[in-house]
């Protein structure tokens, strides 16, 4: 018998340590029994660093959907799998059962194919967080196509960035979204991104918002028609266990985007196995994740990992701020909520406002809370384990990356002891390191360094969609036979990780990675622009929050100063969308260089930090004299 849900911390080590001594072994028992094969692998892994090359299961054929859906119908069929509920909390949830969701997903890729959808085709999808979404991706997996959901948040250039890279057959999106009071107009954002991206066929719209959209002859069809007279089955197309299954674009510090790449039959043994332990999923319980589906943790811990299980997911369309600071409360209260995830930047908001909102609610449903995307402050922490578990339930404060698939370092809840701001102890199958700048692990405890992976593990990327180059100079460049993190981590006295924050030019904010590179970019496309540099500085909500020093051109000089910086926020959330947004933008006529004409990101972000008390020697600069100038005129 395979280890599949670890219940105490004995049990825990005794598993990690044989998932380190003979991985192999490990998963290959948990692939076998508890998940549905075609057909089995000729080998468990294959794997070379140095090209980089991994490959999981390799030879096997199956079909996630089977896994998700198919398979849980005679045994619990008529439980719910997903369980909308509306931005609006006078619309009734909806509670779609596996049954049901068999239905509709077959229906949904009936249509694809129907459309001219095929194995290995990309589907790019851009839609609020409504059924159809989670539904839409499982019916490309379920005729093999290969999804690339784009968060509804980026703005036109940014999809169609997207859609370019992987060079989209079909778009599928919606007449708009709510968000809260508000609605938003996403096919015309669709409309205005596709007049770039000549290898988009159909558009498939959802009706969500009722408004009066137009739909483009030959292009554009409405989805609900098109459903209404599909079948109802639809045959699963079997895949080999490294087939792509989807691509998620993911920040750089530089470039464009990088589509990350993710294959089948690791990531969903993974995936699975990762959300069973991590949030101690029983049958009976009713799990919700806040995330946006666009981002992989909904991939993997709305859709994928918990239908894996045959568990009840939560799928909410709305935001914690609407109608009022209580909804996710009410909202936990209403479906006795077991499991919560969300991130700390929604913490801290919540956090702020009046505790009422909390208190006025049942919560004594919940077991298990999580966290994920950024550090957790230790305030957050005691607030959320205070107010909202009651100091009842555990955290588990969820380290991992799009990159990896799946929660890397994580407590396994009413097992490992927690500890405020401390992701903790690896999962199973994961063997990090530290390392120095030199290239050499760090080994013992009460040691900092940066996070890297020794081994594979099932679910990680296996490349960046057309570029692999990239992927290997990003990833597998920066030490011998590893896969570098971008992240900073200290280890404690017992061997407990802290991730510390970034050590690249991503910058997180509101738990949303963003690269510097493509928000300068933006920035230097305005008129007036000659040069700039962001750099993240702390921010109580939002974790960073973004600073940028901007240079202006001389016919920019006479310019009024704040049209500016509203003009340039404008072109950033026009070019990456209002998340990318900066919150001070200081206009500068210098910018801190070394010798080779770099700019000094370190001085900036510590000005940016007003933390003036070490800013290092900065005689070798180019230009020493602008950062006092900086300083001075500093807002
Ligand atoms: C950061 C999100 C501290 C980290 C799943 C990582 C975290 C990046 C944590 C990946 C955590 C994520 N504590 N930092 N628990 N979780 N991060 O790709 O810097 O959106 O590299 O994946 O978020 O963000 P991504």
Redesign the pocket.
């Known amino acids: 018998m395979s280890n599949y849900h670890i219940k105490h911390l004995e049990e825990y080590f005794q598993v990690y340590r044989r998932s380190v001594r003979n991985p192999e072994n490990f998963w290959e028992e948990i692939a076998e029994e508890h998940f549905l094969w075609r057909k089995k692998w000729n080998n468990v892994l294959e794997w070379d660093f140095s090209k980089p090359e991994v490959k999981w299961f390799s030879g096997a054929q199956l079909n996630i959907t089977e896994n998700c859906i198919d398979r849980h119908l005679h045994v619990r069929g008529n439980k719910t799998a997903i369980l909308f509920e509306p931005n609006n909390p006078d619309e009734a949830a909806e509670h779609i059962s596996y049954l049901e969701l068999h239905k509709r997903v077959s229906k949904f890729a009936n249509v694809l194919k129907d459309k001219g959808i095929k194995k290995g085709d990309r589907v790019v999808i851009y839609l609020p967080m409504i059924p159809e979404l989670a539904i839409s991706l499982l019916a490309c997996a379920r005729i093999g196509a290969v999804h690339s959901v784009v968060f509804a948040g980026f703005s036109a250039s940014a999809l169609a960035t997207r859609i370019q890279d992987c060079e989209a057959k079909m778009v599928i999106t919606s007449d708009g979204s709510y968000r809260g009071a508000k609605t938003i107009d996403l096919k015309g954002i669709v409309d205005e991104a596709l007049e770039d991206c000549p290898t988009v066929e159909k558009v498939l719209v959802a009706k969500r918002i009722h408004s009066d959209i137009k739909l483009k002859e030959n292009r554009d069809e409405w989805l609900q028609p098109l459903l209404d007279e599909a079948y109802g089955d639809c045959v699963p197309e079997i895949v080999d266990s490294e087939d792509p299954l989807f691509i998620l674009y993911?920040s750089g510090s530089t470039g464009k985007p990088k589509g990350m790449m993710h294959t089948t039959g690791g990531y969903m043994v993974y995936s699975a196995y990762s959300f069973k332990n991590v949030f101690q999923y029983r049958e009976e319980d009713v799990y919700w994740c806040t995330a946006d589906i666009g981002?992989?943790?909904g991939h993997s811990y709305i859709v994928y990992g918990p239908l894996a299980n045959g568990a009840t997911t939560v799928m909410f369309e709305g935001v914690p701020s609407y109608p009022d600071y209580g909804r996710f409360w009410e909202i936990v209260q209403k479906h006795k909520v077991t499991q919560f995830y969300t991130a700390p930047t929604a913490i801290r908001a919540l956090a702020k406002e009046n505790i009422d909102f909390v208190t006025k609610y049942d919560l004594s449903s919940l077991k298990v809370l999580g966290?994920?995307?950024?550090?957790?402050n230790e305030e957050a922490w005691h607030w959320y384990n205070d107010h909202v578990g009651e100091k009842n339930c555990p955290i588990v404060?969820?380290?991992?990356?799009?990159?990896t698939g799946g929660i890397m370092?994580?407590p396994i809840p009413f097992s490992t002891p927690t500890k405020p701001t401390y992701?903790t102890l690896p999962l199973p199958g994961i063997q990090p390191a530290l390392m120095d700048e030199n290239g050499k692990e760090i080994k013992g405890n009460q040691v900092d360094g940066r996070l890297c992976i020794k081994y594979p593990w099932p679910s990680m990327a296996r490349t960046i969609w057309g570029n692999h180059q990239r992927y290997k100079d990003t990833y597998f460049s920066a030490f011998e036979n590893m896969y570098f993190?971008?992240?900073g981590a200290l280890r404690d006295e017992v061997g407990y990780y802290r991730?510390t924050?970034?050590v690249d030019d991503?910058i997180?904010v509101s738990?949303?990675?963003l690269g510097t590179a493509p928000i300068e970019d933006a920035i230097n496309e305005h008129p007036a622009v000659a040069e700039s540099a962001i750099v993240g500085f702390p921010h109580d909500i939002k974790g960073n929050a973004l600073y940028g020093f901007v240079i202006l051109k001389e016919t920019g000089e006479s310019r009024d100063r704040n049209n500016l910086r509203n003009e340039i926020n404008q072109q950033i959330s026009d070019k990456i969308g209002p998340i990318a947004k900066l919150n001070k933008i200081q206009f500068v006529t210098g910018l801190p260089k070394t010798r080779s004409g770099k700019i000094m990101r370190r001085i900036l972000r510590k000005i940016a930090s007003n933390d003036l008390s070490n800013l290092g020697d900065t005689s070798t600069l180019l230009n020493p004299e602008v950062v006092d100038q900086i300083i001075k005129e500093k807002l």
Not at 371 to 376: A, D, L, M, R
Not at 397 to 403: C, I, K, R
């Open positions: 993911t981002w992989i943790t966290t994920v995307g950024e550090p957790i404060d969820t380290w991992w990356q799009t990159e370092i994580s992701a993190t971008g992240d991730i924050g970034r991503v997180i738990g949303h990675n």
